[in-house]
């Protein structure tokens, strides 16, 4: 895979090879992730990458289980990421504005001072994920899967987390001004430190300190 060119990049869209597949292929590949042959290698591809401190900006890593890895400080700006499995990596300071990770799993990632604004995360699984201090505004959060999530000191001006559910999640010191929650679910959590007012429309603030 050449780190430098001929790469194929999100909104090139170019599909996947490999008949019967609906997805994009791969950046360097000419099949998806579901197609392709060594998916070990190339893993080992990408994150050799990361390690000479290539930017991956636009890449195409949808579907990669990237589960564990370290992504810290990467450059994943407007990178597709859509189904990634990212449980368990370290993302903190990562650039991952205007990324699409629609329906990633997230879960116990570690997003701390990450940069998601204008990212795609609907759908994804953000249980018991640290996102303090990242910024997320202008995001697309709807139906996320946030349960007991650390958001304390995050930025979520004019977020969009419609219908996701935040039950337990702690939001001290978190930026919330003009958040869309509309029919998000809060159960038991704690936005008693978060500053300015979001959209609470139809939301379940059920045992909820605020």
């Known amino acids: 895979m050449n780190d430098s060119l001929n790469l194929n990049l999100f909104f090139r869209f170019i599909p996947c090879a490999a008949k019967g597949w609906p997805h994009l292929a791969l950046t360097g590949e000419s099949v998806c992730w579901e197609a392709l042959d060594d998916r070990a290698a190339y893993k080992r591809k990408v994150l050799g990458a990361l390690r000479r401190s290539c930017s991956l900006a636009g890449w195409i890593l949808a579907g990669v289980d990237f589960s564990g890895e370290d992504f810290r400080g990467a450059d994943l700006f407007s990178a597709c990421l859509a189904r990634c499995d990212f449980s368990r990596a370290d993302l903190s300071g990562a650039n991952l504005s205007h990324a699409h990770l629609e329906a990633a799993i997230l879960r116990e990632a570690n997003l701390a001072e990450a940069n998601l604004e204008f990212a795609i995360l609907g759908?994804?699984?953000?249980?018991?994920?640290?996102?303090?201090?990242?910024?997320?505004?202008?995001?697309?959060?709807?139906?996320?899967?946030?349960?007991?999530?650390?958001?304390?000191?995050?930025?979520?001006?004019?977020?969009?987390?419609?219908?996701?559910?935040?039950?337990?999640?702690?939001?001290?010191?978190?930026?919330?001004?003009?958040?869309?929650?509309?029919?998000?679910?809060?159960?038991?959590?704690?936005?008693?430190?978060?500053?300015?007012?979001?959209?609470?429309?139809?939301?379940?603030?059920?045992?909820?300190?605020?």
Not at 147 to 175: H, I, K, L, T, W
Not at 197 to 207: P, R, S, Y
């Open 123 to 210: 759908r994804a699984d953000l249980r018991r994920a640290n996102l303090a201090g990242a910024r997320l505004q202008r995001s697309n959060l709807v139906g996320v899967l946030a349960q007991e999530a650390d958001c304390s000191r995050a930025m979520f001006y004019y977020s969009r987390p419609g219908n996701a559910d935040f039950s337990r999640s702690v939001f001290y010191g978190a930026d919330i001004t003009r958040a869309i929650f509309r029919r998000a679910r809060l159960i038991g959590a704690d936005l008693s430190g978060a500053i300015g007012t979001a959209n609470f429309e139809n939301a379940d603030l059920t045992g909820a300190k605020r």
